[in-house]
């Protein structure tokens, strides 16, 4: 029985030991195969997590290690957990909260020489050297620009830091807004620190910061102060010699400058325009503005030397202006356009109102009676004593000069006087009657002359001395009509009237040379005897019939009239009668042909 009982309970033992090593062996199996798995599905979680660790026993897992947000806490427990084959996972992840990272940018020193300060606190990792690059490149990139940089380096910080960003925000943030002297970047919040006069500015770069910084932070800070402009307003014309002409002062903005320059250039092209106006925001806006730009035009346009000074305080206008009436009506617009300004605003007009100068003139004429008279207007006595003394050689003791030349202020200078001077001679020498004036630059003579040679002599004369490119000029020179002719210039005239008759050939009215002779003497005898007319007879043999006679009559007459216009005589003094075929005996004398022209003196 005992020896049974042992054998039993050797045999029980034998079991269990066996029993116990099966199972070890194929539950060691499924740890591993499990482990395996696990593996490859944590290998994404080894960076979020330091020492990470699982255990099996068994089917079950625990999963131990350093973890920085709950997140990946989650995320590693459900991705043991998808593991086929595990049946409890147990969480021993301890949870180590990171400080997040802080960066301060600020601006100091002088514009010429601006310091960056850089500090704060970032993690220690590749982009540490990555910041300090891009900070460098962003805010160093000028010889005015220095960096002071202070960063902490903390493997207990988060590398949350959009270090990638920074460059491309600070540099589009310092376009827009150039005044910015802070930017904060700190509980996952960032700040732009400045001080600026412009709200529009301002609320561009904020609107910027939110777009480009929109996944990374959880807010913007406005630390952006809007400042209240300060400096008081002020514009200056200031022309010189009507040619240049300068703006200058001290404006908001462009918009009221380009106003007023592009209004100036339109009243003036010519005008050469100097732009000196210095535009700021931290200038306070101009209330006069509409006032200045609707009375710039006629200030412009109508004042010589203008100066022209706005303030807050006044409006205050000088130079000169062409009659009273012109300096009124820019008083009456600069008053109407100020109306309702506040009561100490200031309506300054020191305008001159400028007398422009008489023209300097001179007139010399010669009357048909023989009276030479001499009268214009100088600027000064010197220059009347010249032209008296350069004058006076030309006359004669018996000549009778008439003379009132005035000489007073405000007068034109004459350059022309020494011409003046020099025409006496040739005028009285050439001019039966007439005159040669000077006015400004305005010359004019008109004269009858004795011969067209003095009156070619005259004229050239005068073009010489008074250029085209300097003078107006206008000539009208005239010849004088011969005197009465003689009784036997007369006598003359009446027998060759008589005793020139022209013959064609049958059915002809062409002229021969002979004929053409006789035509000429005729022609000399006539322009003898000014106040005549010639009547041209023209006649015809008996053959054919009358109406084609009295046509071929007039043929005749026609080319006996054209060869007397060549030679000179005009066609208002010579008629044509058309005789046809009649009258072929004239005062009982008989005509070798009827085919003639004849001639009366009318």
Same mark, same amino acid.
């Given at each position: 029985m005992k020896t049974s009982l042992k054998i039993f309970l050797i045999g029980l033992i034998s079991y269990g030991v066996l029993f116990w090593a099966s199972v070890s062996f194929v539950g060691s199996k499924v740890e591993v195969s499990l482990k395996q798995k696990v593996q490859k599905e944590l290998v994404f979680f080894e960076e979020s997590c330091e020492d990470l660790e699982y255990v099996f026993s068994g089917r079950d897992c625990t999963v131990s290690g350093t973890i920085y947000d709950e997140i990946d806490r989650e995320n590693i427990i459900d991705a043991i957990g998808s593991v086929s084959g595990v049946r409890k996972v147990s969480d021993e992840l301890n949870l180590l909260r990171l400080a997040l990272p802080e960066l301060k940018i600020e601006k100091s020193g002088e514009p010429n020489n601006l310091i960056w300060n850089i500090k704060g606190i970032i993690n220690d990792g590749p982009d540490a050297l990555e910041l300090q690059d891009v900070l460098g490149k962003t805010l160093g990139n000028n010889n005015k620009r220095h960096l002071s940089i202070e960063l902490k380096k903390d493997s207990g910080t988060a590398d949350s830091l959009p270090v990638k960003k920074i460059g491309p925000l600070l540099s589009e943030i310092l376009q827009i807004l150039p005044e910015v002297t802070g930017v904060e970047l700190s509980d996952k919040k960032f700040k732009l620190i400045a001080e600026t006069f412009s709200k529009e500015r301002r609320d561009k770069a904020l609107a910027y910061a939110k777009s480009h910084l929109a996944e990374e932070v959880d807010g913007i800070i406005d630390g952006v102060v809007i400042l209240t402009p300060t400096d008081n307003p002020e514009f200056s014309i200031s022309m010189n010699d009507g040619e240049e002409l300068i703006v200058s002062g001290l404006l908001s903005d462009d918009s009221l400058k380009n106003r007023i320059i592009d209004l100036i250039k339109q009243t003036n092209e010519k005008l050469d325009l100097q732009d000196e106006v210095q535009v700021g925001e931290h200038v306070k806006n101009a209330e006069w503005s509409n006032s200045v730009v609707r009375i710039i035009p006629a200030l412009v346009a109508e004042v010589n030397n203008l100066q022209l000074n706005v303030s807050s305080e006044s409006v205050e206008f000088s130079g000169t202006v062409l009659g009273d009436e012109k300096k009124n009506s820019i008083q009456a617009l600069a008053s109407q356009s100020f109306n309702g300004k506040k009561g100490s605003f200031k309506l300054v007009n020191e305008l001159v109102v400028f007398v422009p100068p008489d023209k300097?003139?001179?007139t010399m004429s010669l009357s048909e009676e023989g009276g030479f008279k001499i009268a214009g207007? =100088?600027?000064? +006595?010197?220059?009347? $004593? +010249?032209?008296? %003394?350069? /004058?006076?050689?030309?006359? *004669?003791? !018996? $000549?009778?000069?008439?003379? %009132?030349?005035?000489? *007073? $202020?405000?007068? !034109?200078?004459? #350059?022309?006087?020494?011409?003046?001077?020099?025409?006496?001679?040739?005028? =009285?020498?050439?001019? +039966?009657?007439? /005159? =040669?004036?000077?006015?400004?630059?305005?010359?004019?003579?008109?004269? !009858?002359?004795?011969? #067209?040679?003095?009156? $070619?002599?005259?004229? /050239?004369?005068? !073009?010489?001395?008074?250029? =085209?490119? @300097?003078? %107006?000029?206008?000539? +009208?020179? @005239?010849?004088?009509? #011969? @005197?009465? #002719?003689?009784?036997e210039d007369i006598m003359a005239l009446e027998e060759l009237v008589t005793d020139t008759v022209i013959y064609f050939s049958t059915e002809s009215y062409s002229l021969g040379s002979k004929d053409k002779t006789k035509l000429d003497g005729l022609a000399e005898a006539f322009l003898k005897v000014p106040g005549s007319s010639l009547a041209l007879l023209g006649h015809t043999d008996p053959y054919g019939n009358a109406d084609y006679n009295r046509k071929l009559s007039r043929k005749r007459c026609e080319s006996v009239r054209k060869y007397l216009i060549e030679l000179g005589i005009n066609t208002l003094l010579l008629e044509i009668v058309e005789k046809g075929e009649t009258d072929k005996v004239v005062q009982g004398r008989t005509y070798e042909s009827g085919r003639r022209v004849e001639f009366e003196l009318r």
């Open positions: 300097a003139n001179l207007l =100088l600027p000064r +006595q010197e220059i009347y $004593d +010249q032209f008296i %003394k350069v /004058a006076g050689s030309s006359f *004669k003791e !018996e $000549d009778e000069i008439n003379e %009132k030349i005035e000489v *007073k $202020d405000n007068v !034109e200078e004459a #350059p022309w006087i020494g011409d003046m001077s020099r025409l006496v001679s040739p005028f =009285l020498s050439s001019v +039966q009657w007439g /005159a =040669l004036s000077i006015h400004g630059d305005e010359v004019a003579l008109e004269a !009858e002359v004795s011969s #067209p040679e003095s009156g $070619d002599v005259l004229q /050239a004369i005068v !073009e010489n001395s008074f250029p =085209l490119d @300097t003078y %107006k000029r206008v000539i +009208q020179i @005239t010849v004088a009509e #011969p @005197t009465a #002719p003689s009784d």
